[in-house]
T-cell receptor, first 113, second 113 residues
């Protein structure tokens, strides 16, 4: 079935470092792809999305490109801040009308000053 | 503009009991989905409600049931609670015109003793 695999964490970076969190997917058809972020004690916040091949989603300095040829949707940010410390989830929307989300296991990011 | 709200925030039950969790969708949204997030894992899709009917269902037993009301709010019911039902239960809402983009509430933390 459809699935998402993301790199295990934690990812530990110093402030202003470059961030990459890898995500690959397995899907039939052409799902929409998402990155969600979860801060401690909170629900998930939609960070960015892409709906078709070669689309680039971007928000708050984060970006990810939908790569159909490599079935990937890697999250990147040029300069992380301490406030970016959170758990990041890659997800795809599948099923009839793309109504269900399937998530990866999450990658914890820790940014130190 | 109120986002997705859930109640209660925390809940403690014992094995065999029944529980009801509640969700109010984001203004303008008519579709509600429920997810279970075990500790350290990504959320897993339970089911989705639209027009007061269950439209999609994930791989969860019949002990998990739900309801959607005319005002689009929703309830998740879990019967005969097991220790393994302890998790964060997340509600997400979306609109029919963009069902793949779901907005999450803060969740209800259920602990089964």
């Amino acid at each position: 079935g459809d699935s998402v695999t993301q790199m295990e964490g934690p990812v530990t970076l110093s402030e202003e470092a470059f961030l990459t969190i890898n995500c690959t997917y397995t899907a039939t058809g052409y799902p929409s792809l998402f990155w969600y972020v979860q801060y401690p004690g909170e629900g998930l916040q939609l960070l960015l999305k892409a709906t078709k091949a070669d689309d680039k989603g971007s928000n708050k300095g984060f970006e990810a490109t939908y790569r159909k040829e490599t079935t990937s949707f890697h999250l990147e940010k040029g300069s992380v801040q301490v406030s970016d410390s959170a758990v990041y989830f890659c997800a795809l929307a599948y099923g009839e009308g793309f109504q269900k989300l399937v998530f990866g296991t999450g990658t914890r990011l820790l940014v130190s000053p | 503009d109120a986002g997705v709200t859930q109640s209660p925030t925390h809940l403690i039950k014992t094995r065999g009991q029944q529980v009801t969790l509640r969700c109010s969708p984001k203004s303008g949204h008519d579709t509600v989905s429920w997810y279970q997030q075990a500790l350290g894992q990504g959320p897993q899709f339970i089911f989705q409600y639209y027009e007061e009917e269950e439209r999609q269902r994930g791989n969860f037993p019949d002990r998990f049931s739900g309801h959607q009301f005319p005002n689009y709010s929703s309830e998740l019911n879990v019967n005969a609670l097991l220790l393994g039902d302890s998790a964060l239960y997340l509600c997400a809402s979306s609109s029919e015109v963009s069902t793949d983009t779901q907005y999450f509430g803060p969740g209800t933390r259920l602990t089964v003793l």
